[in-house]
Every structure is written in structure tokens, then in C-alpha cells.
């Protein structure tokens, strides 16, 4: 053969199993495997919701401490380590022991679910968190339909824990599993973390990740948790951040007793007055913290970051709709996301202590507690904003000459996460989502502190990514959770060229 | 005879008749008829105690809307009743109906008696007002001994209602009972308006007032209540203003349903801090009410008045002890006194529907109702307080530019009241506490409203005087109430010799 023949014959070779690859589209290429499996996950699909219907169906509330409920949420966890068995994985089911409850009575723990398939050294090894405890619902709190039968209405599969994660956990194992029914290669090595106390503060997850952070951890490379919502009701996102919290408690005490306004009122330094004045002292009406040095450490903002926002998929009136709130602080939708995601932000939470039911009670409260707390951002520090919170309260209160007493304590700290969004992770699930939703993710944050993914991230030192499914609509924790079938189907895909794209980039 | 003797000797039976009355002391007068009375109560005092014991026995608690507790409330009523008809008066047991509660069910109400002794149209006519409905009480909250059995330790009655109201109602029946027992004619006409319904409301009683005026309170020339208690252990005390009362709810909504403060923390014009601003604009750290124009009304202060304030007995150590408040906004007495009973307060009571629990919930509530109440003075008004508080709030409000729901309403709104200290039954009552007590009563205010007051003051318009017999530490409402036998028993001499000044000056 002519050498040039020869050169062209390996090019036409090389093209062609570049378009066998799904890399290009032309007229009539023969289908690549995400094609294959695109397809066989639409031709299955009443299978999946089917699956999601029976996993639905389990009452694995682990908020509420009832026997009934807790066998429920083991019954749950059982199903969950059956299939993953199913699919190939080993399964090692960790025991937590039991719970106490405050009223003497215990409960057993659910276990949590360390799973993993596949231990290929070339290949990258992706672990999924997710959970399968659900929030409590029933029928009479204003659902359609009950919670516990997942009911489709236009495309809407509405029924507790259908978003809020039983339907993203399926979606990871539809991706995992098709991959099997169309005999292609798994590309990644997968292991998977189940909990099923993620609603009750996740008991024991902290702990098991420490105390496996060599051994089942260790071969870790990326952390994917797909527990949160797109930011819009069709365009996908990616979170690459969440705000901190620092959550203080401002105690004024005079003293233990309650005090009558007829027979004390005019005489006393009011704790209530007292603790007005400080939490009036946090912030202004335009919502600008008042705390001296509070700004100090925000990141400052960019120009290239500011162009993030611009492209961020957020329709100002349907989410002021939707919201039910009137008229925001602010008017832009750049300047409203960089104060739910960027800007640190002052809310008071309320009271305790003082008269907080219906009617006229005319008493002097004798000892209140104040709560407020800051979302934190980059590059704040909770123990600096604990420093900062206290001088100032103290500043304050000293200025009122009150001879109550005043105790300020920080009861939450978390610091705020960022992610780094060109971690090879973030690179294969922007063009996964490109290849399965045919466009560009909307870059998120959550103004939230989401403690699950900083558990991972502070423990392993591991990317973490955050890749939801589910739409701006989904109702977590509300009545009437949904999740739709097009995004728990396309979603399943997504994983599925999520697992491709990461092989690719390994 | 001689005239000139004869005017000696009907000066000589004009002596002889005063002394009679108990005016002078001299050696070993014959026995006036407060001196017969005083050594008749001290004789029969053990049965005296043995009545209230059999009174406090009766479990008439009107808070609990329980049958039984009801039931205990009608045979406290009969047994009153029968009391006073065994003491010669003619008794109306006013039927009210019943009680519709809000579980629908309904519980009979109490009768209001009326009863009447003597209508000589030469003699005042005073109405005595009390309650034979006691406060909840159970062992188990802190009683050294059974609420419901009298309990003497060192001369001390304990028991529920002791003091609160039972003993005063009896010392009253007490007085005008010894009057017959030792053959003096009643000096006055005597009038009884006993509820059961005052620990919950006095429910039907000012309409009854109202329905009576023309019948029953036709004749009534004052009306005597005792129903509070005296500002120190042993002195006793008349009791000659009430503070009113107005108070606020302040509503701020965005919307009725709560938010999360990750997810709306920065953008929001959140109603509580709104709220917390309103509060804090309304008194500063001294006390001081910052509302335009709310000391415009206030009666001026004169030197006469100052006086009556210094002769105030008041430890301030034992009172601040006592209280458990390590400082009070004033230092000396007069000023204590001064803004207990002459000046305006304000006291911020709380807040409804923030997070009012304990723990650390990230909420931001959606909608805030704050609570607070000024104590008004003479001769401050109820509707111009209103009108300066709404226009108050309205400014600060509108200075914040929020795009909240405002609104302000009060829910209580009583005058105050001060009574002519130069009426008679004021003068006849401070002579018989000279006489039975030896020394001047303390000339008190209440910082309080008394409703009851208020309810004769404005529908009669007959004077009220308020001639308390209890001690300051008596308890009334809390556990281990008590009445001193000494307060008991001197008390009933005290109504006795105050039927006969008032007869005096009548």
C-alpha cells in the first residue's frame, strides 16, 4: 500500500473511532456508550420511578424518635444495602449502636452504608454521599396526596424523600447499574456513603469519616454530594460554595423570676430593654452589619467574578413571586446573589425568655436570651467574628450602665467553603452537564452552610463537589416534595457522563 | 336644782356619755363600743380562724375550667351565702349562666352575690366588694404544707386564698357579725357584692354593676375594697390611686410564612430587625419613655405631694433584697416610690412568632407581633397615649424604609385612677387606723390597674377606697400565701371601728 494510502486509511480509522466515541455529531454515527446508555436509561425508565416508588415508600423519618419509625428507617437501610449488592458492590453495613433520648428511652441507629465497586488503580475513584432518612410528613399537613406514595402529576413525582435524597441517591445507582446492562466498562471506581441520619444532625458521620479516613477513604480521590436544588426550574448548576454560620446567643439576666409590669415597671433596668438595644446595635435597615472590623476580611470582589453572577440563570420577578416577598433590599440579580453567596449577612432569630404567646401579659421578663447569627464568607474567620461579635456587645451593653448581667456565647461555627472550580471534578461535571443538557450550568453557592460537605472537606482534604438534580421548585422539607421525572432521568444520565468525562480527565 | 347645777351636771352626762364612746382614755373607763367589740374578737379570734380555715378548705379555684374545681367555686358561693344570712342579711344569688369554653364544652358560672343588712336612712351606706375565688395552688409547687388546709406557724395562716381574698372578706363579716354578738346597734347600713369570677376575669361582673346601679347600688354611698395588700410588714396602709394600664401589639409582616436565614439571609428587610428598631426607639437606658409628647399630661409634682412620699414606710434594702434586684434605676425611696406610682412606665414584654425556644434555629421569621404596655398616670388619657404611640412608631417605621407591613394596636387601655383622699370614708378609715393600730397609715398608690376599681369608679361614681389588711409578704398568687392572724384579726377591729367613724362623719 502507498504510504500515503496507509497515513489516510489510519486517519479515516482514527476519525472514525472519534465519532464512535460521541465526541461529533454527523448524520449517522454509530452510538458511543453514553449514547447506548442515554438510551437504554429512557427505554427503562418506569423502572427507575418504579424503584424510587417502592424506596418512597418507606417512612424512614429519623426526626421524629419513635420505634415504628426508627424500624422504618432500618427496613430503609436494608433495602439500600440489598441493592447495592445487587449491583456488584461490597456492602459493609456499619453499626452505630443505639440513641439515647432524653426521656431515658433508647433507639437503634441506623447503620451507615460503606459501599464500594470497582478498584481499578488507572482509574479515578469518585465517592457518593447521600442519604435515605427522610423529614416527617403526613397527609393532613396540606399534601395532595400521601407523602409515602410517590404520586406523578405532569411530570412531577411528588412524595417525601423524592428529592430530598432518595431520587439523586437512585440516580447514582441507575448511572452505575446501566452501565453493566449495556456491558460497558464502569470508568470510575465508586463507593458510596449512606446515612440515614442526615435530618436528625447526621449522628455518628463525623466520627465514622475520621475513623476511616485511612482505610476506606484512603483511595478517595473526589467527594460528590447531590443534596441540594438548582438555583432555576430547567437549568442545571453546579455549587461550588456555601456561607458559614456563626450563631450567638446574647443573654441579659436580672434575675431568674419573672417580674409584674404593674409593680416593678418604672424602677428596673428592663433585661428586655437591655437586649433590644444590643440587637438593635447589629445591623441597619439596609442590612449593612454594624459590628466594627466585620468586613474586614471579604474577599474582595473581582471583575471576572462579578461576570459569574451576570451569567447566572435567576428571573428576578418569578423568584420575588415565588418568594412571596414584596421588594428585596436589593434591586439587581447580580447584587442579590453576591448577598445570598458573597457578602455576609445578619439575621435575628428571636427571643427566648420573654412573653412570646398570643394575648396581653403584662410581665417584665427577668432573664431573656437574644439570637442572631452571621453567614460567614470567604475569607472570614468564626473565631475572629466571635472576637469582633463580643467586643462589640460588650461595647454596647457597657454604655447603657445596666447592673444586669450580660453573657454573650457563640453556639455554632462553621466556617464557609469554596470550592475550587477548576478541580477536575468540576471540569468533567460542567461538560457531562454540557453533553446531557445541551448548555452551560448556572455556577452556584449556597447561602446555607451545608455542614455534610465541610465534614468531608475538613476531614479528608478531598475535592468535594456538589452536583444537584432536582429543580428550584422541589419543596425539601416542605408538603408536596417533588422531584421531576425529566430532571431523576436526565439526572441519571448526567451521573453517567459525569463517570465518562471524569475517566477522560483522570 | 340650782341651774348652775344643773348645767354642771348635764356637762357632767355629757362626759360621761363620751367617754362611753371610747373617745378619751382616762383610768379605768367603763367599756365604749369598739372596746367591747376589740375584747369580744380577741375572745372569739380561734373561731374566727376556724371559719377562714373552713373557707380556705374549699378548693375555689376559677382559673382551671375543670367540673370539679367548678363544682368546689358553687358550694364556696352557698356557703357564703348561708354566711350572710345567718348574719341577718338579705342575700340575691345573681345567676350568670354558664361559660362557653373553647373546646366548645361549658361550665357554670358562679353567682355574684348581692346582699344587704340594714337600710336606716340616717346611716351611710357602705358597700363591701371581695372574691371567694382563689389562684390554682397544689403541694407539689413549692408549699410547705397542703394549700387547702390552714396551716398556723408562728402566727402566720397559710393557705391558698388567706389573703387573697378570703380573710378580708371574713374580717369584714367578722366586724359586722360582733356588732350583734355584743348588742351595739350596726352603725352603718351594710352592702356585699361577692364574686367568684375574679382570678379569671370577673366575668359578668360589670355588667352587673352596670344592670344594679339603679337597684341595688341606688343607696350605696361608698365602696370599700380590700383585695391588695399594705407596702410593709406592719404598718398598714390606705390605698388612694392605681396606675392605668395601655398596651401595644406592634405587627410587622413580610409574609405569613417563616424564612431560612441561609437561603434569605442579606436580601431580606427582615421584619424583625424592623421590629427590634421600633422597640428600641421607644425608652432609653434610664427609663426614660422617648414617645413626643407622653409627659405632657402628667400631673405636676408639689412640694405637699413630695411630703406624703417621704412618710412612706420603706425599707429600700429589705426591698431590693426581697425583690432580688441588685440596683434599681433610682436610689432613694421618694424616687422609687415616685415612679412606681406618679410617673409612666414602659415595659417591653416580648415577642410573637419569632424563635422563642431554646436551641439554635436558623430562622428568619416572616412576620413578628412585639408586645409592649405603658402605665399610665394622672392625668394622662387613654386615647391621646394611643394616638402619640401609632404616630411614634409610624415615623420611626417610615425611616426605615421597609417594604413591611406595619400595624400598631392597643389592646388594653384603662385609666388611672386617684381617689380624694378628703372624702369621708378616706377620713373615717385613717382614724380607725389610728385607733386600732396606734399610729398613721402609710397613704399608698398601686402601680397596677385594678380593674375592679375601675369598674365601680366609672359606673357608680361613688368614691372607692381600697383599705387593704394584709402584710407586703403575704404572697398573693404565689406559693405558700399567707394572711398573719395578728392582720386577720386586727383587721376585722378595723372595719368595726371604721363603721363607726364613718357613721361619725356621716
Redesign the interface.
Known amino acids: 500500500m502507498d504510504p500515503k494510502l496507509g497515513r489516510m486509511a489510519s486517519a479515516l480509522l482514527a476519525l472514525l473511532l472519534l465519532l464512535d466515541g460521541g465526541m461529533l455529531s454527523s448524520p449517522a454515527p454509530p452510538p458511543g456508550p453514553l449514547e447506548k446508555i442515554g438510551r437504554y436509561i429512557d427505554l427503562h425508565q418506569d423502572e427507575f420511578v418504579q424503584t424510587l416508588r417502592e424506596w418512597v415508600a418507606v417512612e424512614s423519618d429519623s426526626v421524629q424518635p419513635v420505634p415504628r419509625l426508627r424500624q422504618e428507617l432500618l427496613r430503609m437501610m436494608a433495602m439500600a444495602a440489598e441493592k447495592l449488592q445487587r449491583l456488584g458492590a461490597s456492602v459493609d453495613s456499619v453499626d452505630l449502636g443505639s440513641q439515647q433520648l432524653p426521656g431515658g428511652q433508647s433507639l437503634p441507629l441506623p447503620p451507615i452504608l460503606l459501599a464500594e465497586l470497582g478498584n481499578d488503580p488507572r482509574k479515578p475513584t469518585v465517592c457518593f454521599y447521600g442519604h435515605l432518612d427522610v423529614q416527617p410528613a403526613k397527609q393532613g399537613d396540606g399534601w395532595l396526596a400521601d407523602p409515602y406514595t410517590l404520586t406523578e402529576v405532569d411530570g412531577k413525582l411528588y412524595g417525601r424523600g423524592a428529592t430530598d435524597n432518595k431520587g439523586p441517591v437512585l440516580a447514582w445507582i441507575n448511572a452505575v447499574s446501566t452501565f453493566g446492562a449495556v456491558e460497558q466498562d464502569l470508568p470510575v471506581n465508586v463507593k458510596f456513603v449512606l446515612e440515614g441520619m442526615e435530618e436528625a444532625g447526621s449522628v455518628g458521620l463525623e466520627e465514622l469519616v475520621r475513623r476511616e479516613k485511612e482505610r476506606f477513604f484512603a483511595g478517595v480521590d473526589y467527594i460528590l454530594i447531590s443534596d441540594n436544588l438548582w438555583l432555576s426550574r430547567k437549568k442545571p448548576a453546579l455549587t461550588y460554595g456555601t ?1 458559614g ?1 456563626s ?1 450567638f ?1 446574647v443573654e441579659v439576666k ?2 431568674t ?1 419573672d417580674f ?11 433585661p ?3 437586649l ?2 444590643l ?2 446595635s447589629l ?1 441597619d ?1 439596609s ?1 449593612h452589619i454594624l459590628i466594627p472590623g466585620i468586613y474586614d476580611s471579604v474577599a474582595p470582589l473581582t471583575e471576572d467574578e462579578k461576570d459569574t453572577y451576570k451569567a447566572v440563570d435567576l428571573d428576578l420577578e418569578e423568584y420575588r413571586n415565588s ?8 434591586e439587581t440579580k447580580e447584587e ?1 446573589l453576591m ?2 453567596w458573597r ?10 425568655g ?5 394575648g ?6 427577668g432573664r431573656v436570651v437574644g ?1 442572631f ?1 452571621i ?1 460567614l464568607v470567604p475569607h472570614m474567620n468564626v473565631s475572629v467574628v466571635e472576637k469582633q461579635v463580643k467586643r462589640h456587645l460588650e461595647d454596647v451593653f457597657s ?5 444586669n448581667h450580660m453573657t454573650v456565647s457563640m ?2 461555627g462553621l466556617q464557609p467553603w469554596l470550592a475550587n472550580t477548576d478541580d477536575n471534578q468540576y471540569l468533567a461535571a460542567k461538560r457531562a452537564i454540557r453533553t446531557v443538557f445541551g448548555r452551560e450550568p448556572d455556577m452556584i453557592r ?4 451545608i455542614p455534610i460537605a465541610k465534614i468531608f472537606q475538613d476531614t479528608l482534604q478531598k475535592s468535594v463537589l456538589m452536583l444537584p438534580l432536582g429543580a428550584v421548585d422541589d419543596g425539601e422539607h416542605s408538603q408536596n416534595e417533588k422531584i421531576n421525572r425529566w430532571n431523576y432521568i436526565e439526572g441519571s444520565k448526567l451521573f453517567a457522563a459525569f463517570f465518562l468525562e471524569m475517566a477522560k480527565l483522570h
Chains 1, 2 share one sequence.
Open positions: 456561607r454560620n450563631y446567643l436580672c434575675r423570676q409584674h409590669s404593674g409593680t416593678f415597671g418604672g424602677i428596673l433596668h428592663e428586655l430593654a437591655d433590644v438595644a440587637l438593635g445591623v435597615s442590612g418568594s412571596q416577598v414584596e421588594k428585596f433590599l436589593f442579590i448577598h445570598l457578602y455576609p449577612s445578619l439575621s435575628i432569630h428571636g427571643i427566648e420573654a412573653f412570646d404567646e398570643p396581653a401579659k403584662t410581665v417584665i421578663p439570637k447569627s453567614r454604655k447603657r450602665n445596666s447592673p453556639v455554632v449556597d447561602g446555607s452552610s
